[in-house]
């Protein structure tokens, strides 16, 4: 596996609180990315970064933010949760935007009561 | 924008037999496609992938096909094996945007 690590691996959380759910590469790459998993729908994007403080949105980017202050690191925040955002989080990396693998990180569980 | 579908949802094989899961897409102008395999509570794999210059590429058990002028790919599995059930996610990226879009996945239960 590629060196991605996420933090925390599960959460319980309540309606309204702020959630941040962090990702860890060791691989240099440029290109970081957040999924969310859902039954039925298969992996969409949330938010992605092309570079330390470069961000854009995905498919799915209604309340959440990313941050992006180092390569190595990219910040996903619930800023007031909800029950619609439990699901299961999930970050890669590519070195390049185009024709380039993505490896995914370990995922986070998270459940919002 | 770039629209992925993937069929079936879910496929039943024999140990044994093959397997063969579909996807299509709408841009065509998309030039890499990647399979993905996801066991249960783990993380997507990449299992193979193909770029656009190519019609067909093979590892072992696994091979992946491409009709660009159809625009629809396929992951054929030989000889399954137990081991081989998970679910399969294919993906294509958005020519404008770099952005990778998923199917919805294929649930591969290998009998034994």
């Known amino acids: 596996d590629a060196g991605i690590t996420q933090s925390p691996r599960h959460k319980v959380t309540e309606t309204g609180t702020p959630v941040t759910l962090r990702c860890h590469q060791t691989?240099?790459?440029?290109?970081m990315y957040w999924y969310r998993q859902d039954p039925g729908h298969g992996l969409r994007l949330i938010h992605y970064s092309y570079g330390v403080k470069d961000t854009d949105k995905g498919e799915v980017s209604d309340g959440y933010s990313v941050s992006r202050s180092k390569t190595e690191d990219f910040l996903l925040t619930l800023e007031s949760a909800t029950s619609s955002q439990t699901s299961v989080y999930f970050c890669?990396?590519?070195?390049?935007?185009?024709?380039?693998?993505?490896?995914f990180g370990p995922g986070t569980r998270l459940l919002v009561l | 924008g770039e629209n992925v579908e993937q069929h079936p949802s879910t496929l039943s094989v024999q140990e044994g037999d093959s397997a063969v899961i579909k996807c299509t897409y709408s841009?065509?102008?998309?030039?890499?496609f990647p399979w993905y395999k996801q066991e249960l509570g783990k993380r997507p794999q990449l299992i193979i992938d193909?770029?656009?210059?190519?019609g067909e590429k093979k590892d072992q058990r696994i091979a992946v096909t491409l009709n660009k002028t159809a625009k629809h790919f396929s992951l054929h599995i030989t000889e399954t094996q137990p081991e081989d059930s998970a679910v399969y996610f294919c993906?294509?990226?958005?020519?404008?945007?770099?952005?990778?879009?998923f199917g919805t996945g294929t649930r591969l239960k290998v009998l034994a």
């Open positions: 691989e240099n790459h440029r290109y």
């Open positions: 993906a294509a990226i958005d020519s404008g945007t770099y952005k990778y879009i």
């Open positions: 841009d065509s102008a998309s030039n890499y």
């Open positions: 890669a990396i590519s070195d390049r935007a185009s024709q380039e693998t993505q490896y």
């Open positions: 193909i770029r656009s210059n190519v």
